[in-house]
């Protein structure tokens, strides 16, 4: 039996990946979820999306399912593309501001080398020993800053695949705890909260599978 199902797919002009999850219901219906999902965009917000849920008998969704969803996934990809352009933007930024405080770095540090030149051994040792006494602990303090945000990234990133894979339990599981990472309390609470209701909503359509 031919259908024009993934011509009409195909025809919707998204990138990423389009999740479709199908379930029969008492009485006849069906429970449709689409959910967009585009996994190459750098900023995780995406996965704040919720899915689309349709109900209706077979002839119903054969009608109006496409036109249903034909334009929030056009929307949808449009926001994921202005994401990704954005945070291309914010990342250029950094690099910028990166390259221009490297430039101030090694000019003091120049400034700082001419200066010691002109002092005695003695006074070349007592500036060793201060810039290791005023530097060591901060540069320890970047180090641990930069593991604990490695960390919470590599968390973050189970979690949405985690989350695209419609395993919510697991998701909740890894979200980092807003006590170990009272500075993103309210993303975690935000986030946790989210996957809580796509839990309930997604228990809610495959209840009846």
């Known amino acids: 039996m031919k259908t024009n199902f993934f011509e009409h797919i195909a025809g919707l002009g998204f990138n990423g990946n389009l999740n479709l999850t199908i379930a029969k219901q008492a009485g006849g219906e069906l429970a449709v979820s689409v959910l967009l999902i585009n996994d190459k965009i750098s900023d995780k917000a995406g996965n ?12 119903e969704l054969d009608e109006g399912f496409f036109e249903a969803i034909a334009t929030p996934i056009v929307s949808t990809a449009k926001l994921f593309a202005n994401m990704d352009e954005y945070q291309k933007g914010l990342d250029n930024a950094k690099l910028a501001s990166k390259q221009e405080q490297d ?37 320890d303090d970047k180090l641990k800053k930069e593991e604990r945000k490695r960390v919470y990234e590599e968390l973050m990133k189970q979690v949405g695949e985690l989350n695209q894979q419609c395993k919510y339990d697991e998701a909740i ?20 909260t989210e996957l809580q209701k796509r839990k309930v909503m997604y228990d809610e359509l495959k209840k009846d599978f």
């Open 173 to 192: 599981a890894h979200m980092p705890k807003a006590d170990d990472y009272p500075e993103k309390a309210e993303e975690i609470t935000r986030k946790t």
């Open 103 to 139: 430039k101030k770095s090694k000019s003091a540090k120049t400034k700082g080398e001419t200066t010691a030149n002109t002092n005695t051994d003695d006074d070349n040792d007592d500036e060793a020993g201060e810039t290791e006494t005023l530097f060591t602990q901060p540069l």
């Open 48 to 59: 704040a999306i919720p899915p689309m849920l349709l109900r209706g008998i077979a002839t």
